[in-house]
């Protein structure tokens, strides 16, 4: 009998990843779960954040923001705005948006309209710089 359990990652564009994994976790708003085979069922909400999947020599890291998981015994959906797989990344690109976004941040000021979208966009670079970096370790 098998260890493993289809993941699916959809965004409103495309399939991203469709493989039979071992092994997710992913950033739930109320924390960060893993899922085995056989999980018991449940639906969340997910926050930005990474998802990592595994099974044998086969290892993913997505970088997601926000959406929804659905959790079965035989599969676990999850249906986010964006994720990209950590070999898709630029990390230099991905810096570059990070030291934007910390300089946008600094400029304002709690009260402005703009620091929730400016935060945001903050955790969203450094969500890619650390998911683009698990290549290099």
């Keep these: 009998m098998s260890d493993t359990f289809l993941l699916e990652i959809v965004t409103p564009y495309a399939l991203i990843l469709s493989e039979e994994v071992e092994y997710v976790t992913a950033p739930g708003v109320e924390g960060e779960f893993g899922v085995l085979k056989g999980h018991t069922p449940f639906m969340t909400a997910l926050k930005p954040g990474e998802v990592v999947c595994s099974k044998g020599n086969f290892n993913a890291a997505l970088a997601v923001s926000w959406g929804y998981a659905e959790v079965t015994h ?25 030291t934007k976004a910390e300089e946008r941040l600094r400029r304002l000021n709690k009260e402005d309209k703009e620091y929730l979208e400016a935060a945001a966009s903050l955790e969203k670079a450094v969500i890619r710089v650390q998911v683009a970096g698990r290549l290099s370790r």
């Design 74 to 98: 035989e599969k676990v959906i999850v249906l986010v705005e964006t994720a990209e797989k950590a070999e898709e990344i630029d990390i230099e690109r991905a810096k570059t948006s990070l």
